[in-house]
């Protein structure tokens, strides 16, 4: 009777031991994925600022770039048009991998970033579609026949709110594009490093004859 007793109480110490065994190999491998996931988290949200954070450098010194070209001989002429349509492209890297703002769990900063994005390619875009219209209007006035003289003052006349437009939606590109300084910081202590922005800080526009590393307000004239 003693011995069956204290065998019972073996066994019983033996399955509680199993049991709390088990119990603590459980808990310390939910707690070691609880902090894995956690550390996932935070690398993604670190891959996904410096994604961001990247894209919008690169936009930033292609619009920088075009902003210069304007100032020096035709506004419109094809090298700012080309890098109006640079920009343009590395925006649509941005839509490509727009799920990936996800990772970012400020809410606030992940409206901020694609609100900044769709602002901004929207007058691009802009732009660009005034440009080749009007290119198209010039040569249709310019061509070996040309219009009638009622047609060509149609077109005199669209050429007008064309160019109207464009400098429009310049204005409204600039104003967006001073911004991208703001986001960026915010990426950067994501991202845990500083983004190689343009040598002109959004807001300071460059200007035709002004040495390299020279920055000026939009309200600046040159000298």
């Known amino acids: 009777m003693r011995q069956s007793i204290f065998d019972s109480v073996g066994n019983l110490d033996t399955l509680i031991a199993v049991v709390i065994g088990a119990v603590l190999a459980t808990s310390g491998a939910l707690f070691a994925e609880l902090i894995q996931e956690r550390l996932n988290r935070k690398r993604r949200q670190r891959d996904a600022a410096r994604f961001f954070g990247e894209i919008l450098s690169s ?19 094809p090298v700012t048009m080309r890098l109006f349509k640079t920009a343009l492209r590395e925006a649509g890297v941005y839509e490509r991998n727009r799920e990936r703002l996800f990772d970012i769990k400020d809410m606030e900063l992940r409206t901020s970033i694609h609100s900044h994005f769709l602002v901004e390619t929207f007058p691009i875009e802009a732009v660009i579609e005034y440009c080749q219209e009007v290119d198209q209007l010039e040569q249709a006035l310019n061509d070996e026949i040309p219009p009638s003289p009622a047609r060509a003052e149609q077109m005199k006349a669209r050429l007008v709110e064309l160019r109207a437009a464009q400098n429009q939606a310049l204005t409204s590109l600039r104003s967006e594009h001073a911004k991208t300084g703001q986001i960026c910081a915010h990426l950067e202590k994501l991202a845990g490093v500083a983004f190689n922005q343009a040598e002109n800080r959004p807001g300071q526009i460059p200007q035709a004859g002004d040495p390299p590393g020279t920055a000026r307000s939009p309200s600046t004239p040159p000298a």
């Open 59 to 77: 936009i930033d010194r292609v619009l920088d770039f075009a902003f210069r070209s304007q100032s020096i001989g035709d506004q419109w002429g």
